[in-house]
DNA sequence: CTTAATTGATATAAATATAGTATCAGTTAG
DNA sequence: CTAACTGATACTATATTTATATCAATTAAG
């Protein structure tokens, strides 16, 4: 059971280091370099979020992203829904049906309720959340984004 | 997000089935008839639960599947474990790697404890619990296994 | 003692979802 | 003008999920 797919985690991540680098704009050459992400992939990912109005672009030289929201507005509900669907069980043709099949009916209640459960959760985890366990934890660890790798010129993609 | 696949789903029907009929043995095709299910990747679904000492079977005619378990016993937690694999965020090469990114080692912190929340409530739900609700609801509907259907001889699989 | 209803085991195919790559056009700072 | 960017989109590859098919072995029942 997988919770997160890579378009989320990356999304997240992403999100994080324009959290990071509020107020300017960050490539995503520079988010995939850095987070090791696949370039082309993230653009993809990026671009999403994009039509969803969590963060905006500026073309050109010295453009790239930037977000569109405060952090705490940036649930990570909001982005599973993005990337992976609304939280739901198989494929709920229950309200509908009316429940044809009895034991398929209890079953969902109890998986409606727990759906909500995870759903409070992660609307309860937002980008601006993360941010700030990531500034407590930077005490022990080395920074996010502490400047240029030694070898961000050396990319082979594409 | 999919909670349940379709394995997973087939198998916790399959087993109210069986805990409604304890004490006999219930052919997979009598299971996939009344539930509306594919015929051979159910079988598919009830020989993994034998491997996994939840049912055991008898051949031949008159054969089935009968629960090996008390239906309290039987939690969907083991069963989306058994079907979908232990409930996980994405590759998690966590463990080993001490976390090399930082933020995905703060996602991973907020994404472990709401993974035990739900494994916590799944663990819950089991066949037993499911059952009474089951009967619970059978005042107001339909039995859940009122006999032979007329056309459930019409069978054109295979 | 044959037959039909069953499970055991396993191979394969089809459908769908996820992950990743490539390309070309347009924008903009320097 | 050019290189560093994004916009848009088409494509490929891989993995997972879902489903089907087949053949052998077992067994109740006529």
Redesign the pocket.
């Known amino acids: 059971m997988?919770v997160l797919?890579?378009?989320t985690d990356y999304a997240i991540r992403a999100l994080l280091m324009l959290g990071a680098k509020r107020g300017s704009?960050?490539?995503?050459?520079?988010i995939a370099v850095e987070q090791d992400?696949?370039?082309?992939?993230l653009?993809?990912v990026?671009?999403e979020m994009?039509?969803h109005g969590l963060i905006v672009?500026?073309?050109?030289?010295?453009?790239?992203?930037m977000l569109a929201k405060e952090p705490d507005e940036i649930g990570v509900k909001q982005l599973i829904e993005i990337f992976?669907?609304t939280v739901q069980v198989?494929e709920c043709m229950f309200r509908k049906q009316l429940c044809a099949n009895r034991s398929r009916c209890v079953l969902r209640h109890e998986i409606m309720r727990i759906e909500q459960v995870v759903s409070d959760e992660f609307e309860q985890v937002t980008i601006g959340k993360l941010l700030r366990k990531l500034n407590a934890a930077s005490n022990l660890m080395p920074a996010l984004t502490d400047g240029e790798k030694p070898d961000s010129t050396i990319l082979k993609?594409?």
């Open positions: 997988k797919t890579k378009k704009y960050v490539s995503v050459r520079s992400m696949p370039y082309q992939f653009r993809g990026l671009q994009i039509r672009s500026k073309e050109g030289v010295q453009g790239g992203f992976q669907g198989s993609e594409e």
